[in-house]
């Protein structure tokens, strides 16, 4: 049967109908192209934008660009007439290298989706810019509530803001900033708690995801350390790798809060007595320390400029390659080269353990005298066992003895029972630090003037350290130190005191004073000896960053 030439009229409409609607959506969008959503729209009053997978089309002024290949390929923008919603965020960041300039007011099309934790906009598929608009940054502090309802918002903290953390700084142009003043261990006794440091903390991130970045950011005329200050800093909140960061829009500027030491504070006395932790001083290469001759030799002048510097008359080393006398006497013979011939000598461990690591002690020669033989300790517990001297000033006096230690780490491999993370604060291994503690305690209390130092791998407040000041040690940083400087090592931006120099109580009424050197905890990691991933302009054969535990240094009057 032949259609009716009602139902031909019926199929040509309906065909001119779908090629109308096909010509419409092929047709470009432009800035009369009207917006489907609002931004918080999209964003939503969760984690999660409640359009996962939908095209949708914004509006909203262009607050930050990032749209170098070497950045993060993509610009924010901010609805300027925001929903009164608290709970949502009126930023977006859209993933797109179509040519836009802060300022623009701009209409966006593309997927929402949620990319490692971020809202954006992905793929886009169009860009429109359709005139000029301005976004004032929110004035916001630390700590903030919430940190999700400003996910892409432009933020100014007009407050006083504190480096706290740069261990990423020369690697991935990351830098960690926090309100009033640097962050310290919780377990460290400065009245801190997790909570309250991570609410007071920010990452500051430098709009790029390249590693090892060209220009590292806050080394123009000096490289930032923390405890230096900023006030004013303005960004984009974005997410990304499990952290909330701010991208800054303007340039952050540094104040030197935190100067440089270019020497340690005086303690007195008429004998020196230090701690300091090496980093892995090994003469043998591709082990824990350098990975060939240039970066030994990198390291040995850093090292020997740092002990140098310290000029103290008995040193406690520690992370010196168990390898016989072979490295500490390497360390000896660059410092006698320096100081003068058989101006240094060390003390053979009796007992130096079977870690690749072990404890060592160097002395100025014509400062003090050994008195006896070296001795250690044979308990099980001990991976590194202590190294025990008496020494006696040169020039006649009374006699104390060192006690050099390094007590197991906080890393939790290989950890089980009471070794493992007890959810105190104190790591893995607790357990056993206290357990050396009480052995190092009993060699202690049989000596007449005892003085225990080294890295304990314990904060002050906790356990093996409370373990030793409560069988009559005293610690001495306790005493002569301010709390604000009491911190000799940085962990996840947080400062605190893992070497100590503890004394018996008729002995420490013969410190004279007591300090620690910063000269490595507040130093970013590039400064170091290493040549992976470190800038050559930045290395200097000086005693900043020579480690990455600060040296401790006392006073003994025992003449």
Not at 107 to 113: D, I, M, Q, S, W
Not at 530 to 554: G, K, M, W
């Amino acid at each position: 049967m032949r259609p009716t030439a009602a139902a031909l009229a019926a199929v040509l409409t309906a065909g001119l109908a779908v090629a109308a609607q096909a010509a419409e959506a092929a047709e470009p969008e432009t800035c009369g192209t009207p917006a489907t959503h609002q931004i918080a729209q999209v964003q939503g009053g969760g984690d999660a934008t409640p359009v996962p997978g939908r095209t949708v089309r914004v509006e909203g002024v262009v607050t930050a660009d990032f749209q170098r290949s070497d950045q993060l390929k993509g610009f924010f923008v901010q609805d300027p007439t925001p929903d009164g919603d608290p709970v949502t965020s009126d930023g977006i960041f859209v993933y797109s290298a179509q040519e836009v300039q802060p300022g623009d007011r701009v209409l966006a099309t593309g997927k929402a989706v949620e990319f490692n934790g971020l809202t954006e906009l992905s793929p886009v598929t169009s860009v429109n810019v359709c005139g000029k608009g301005k976004v004032a940054p929110a004035a916001v502090r630390l700590p903030l509530k919430d940190l999700e309802r400003y996910e892409g918002v432009l933020l100014r903290f007009g407050q006083k803001l504190t480096a706290t953390e740069t261990y990423r700084l020369g690697r991935y142009g990351e830098l960690t900033v926090s309100a009033g003043g640097r962050l310290f261990q919780p377990t460290d006794g400065h009245r801190s708690t997790q909570a309250g440091n991570n609410a007071r903390r920010l990452l500051v991130d430098d709009g790029s995801n390249v590693q090892n970045p060209p220009t590292i950011p806050y080394t123009d005329r000096r490289v930032v350390r923390i405890g230096d200050s900023t006030s004013g800093l303005t960004g984009v909140l974005s997410y990304g790798f499990g952290l909330y960061r701010l991208e800054p829009t303007r340039p952050a500027h540094f104040a030197r809060s935190n100067p440089r030491p270019d020497k340690p504070r005086p303690v007195g006395g008429d004998v020196r007595v230090a701690s300091f932790n090496t980093l892995n001083w090994f003469t043998t290469l591709n082990k824990r320390g350098a990975n060939s001759a240039a970066e030994q030799e990198r390291q040995l002048a850093k090292l020997t400029a740092a002990l140098r510097g310290l000029d103290a008359d008995v040193a406690g080393l520690m992370e010196v390659e168990n390898n016989g006398d072979t490295a500490v006497k390497a360390l000896v013979d660059r410092l006698n080269t320096a100081a003068g011939a058989g101006t240094y000598s060390w003390v053979r461990h009796p007992n130096p353990g079977t870690d690749e690591i072990h404890v060592a002690l160097i002395y100025k020669t014509r400062r003090v005298t050994p008195v006896g033989a070296a001795r250690s300790s044979t308990e099980p517990v001990f991976e590194r066992p202590p190294l025990v001297q008496a020494f006696r000033p040169a020039s006649g006096g009374a006699a104390f003895t060192l006690i050099v230690n390094h007590f197991k780490s906080k890393g939790c491999g290989g950890a089980t029972g009471a070794d493992q993370d007890q959810g105190d604060g104190q790591s893995c291994f607790n357990a056993r630090r206290v357990l050396q503690a009480k052995a190092v305690g009993a060699l202690a209390a049989k000596e007449r003037n005892p003085l225990v130092l080294g890295d304990l791998n314990a904060y002050t407040a906790e356990d093996p350290v409370k373990t030793l000041t409560g069988g009559g040690l005293v610690g001495q940083t306790e005493r002569f130190v301010r709390p604000r400087d009491r911190y000799s090592y940085v962990f996840d931006g947080q400062s605190g005191e893992l070497d100590h120099v503890l004394a018996g109580k008729a002995l420490s009424r013969r410190v004279t004073g007591a300090t620690i050197w910063h000269v490595n905890s507040d130093e970013p990691t590039f400064l170091d000896y290493n040549t992976e991933y470190n800038p050559p302009r930045f290395y200097a054969p000086d005693a900043f960053r020579s480690s990455d535990h600060d040296p401790v240094l006392i006073g003994l009057r025992l003449r």
